[in-house]
């Protein structure tokens, strides 16, 4: 019996796992048009299920970045999806904050803009 029940709790947490990283159109604000590819690969590292971002998760972060930094409009379409998304998503604040620093992405904004309502 010990086994089924940690089979049980095993398979549990990964459709938890799964639950959290999957996301549906719904979940991803129109703002966020363009920037799906960040969310996707850096949902589970801004969501506190992986510890460290992957290197997908850094190829789209640069790749996103680097496209909202071309226009200042860019810089606040991105914010704005990460102020919209990361509430729903659960992102958790101090990764989002992290995440160009650890893929070693040089900003010439803040994120804290993205952060703050």
């Known amino acids: 019996m010990g086994q089924k029940t940690f ?5 549990f947490v990964m459709a938890y796992g799964l639950a959290a990283t999957t ?15 960040l969310l996707t690969f850096c949902g ?6 992986h510890p460290n ?3 997908d998760c850094c190829k789209a972060a640069t790749s996103v970045f680097d496209k909202a930094m071309a226009t200042g409009q860019g810089i606040r379409d991105l ?7 990361g509430p729903v998503l659960r992102f958790q604040k101090e990764k989002v904050l ?5 893929c070693q992405i040089k900003l010439s904004f803040s ?3 993205c952060i703050e309502g």
Do not use: H, K
């Open 44 to 49: 589970p590292y801004m969501g506190n299920i």
């Open 53 to 55: 971002p992957t290197s």
């Open 79 to 85: 914010c704005n999806c990460l102020r919209v998304a």
């Open 7 to 11: 089979l049980a709790l095993v398979m």
């Open 23 to 37: 996301f549906t159109v719904s979940q991803i604000p129109p703002s966020c048009n363009g920037d799906e590819s």
């Open 98 to 102: 992290r995440l160009p620093d650890v």
């Open 111 to 113: 994120m804290e803009l």
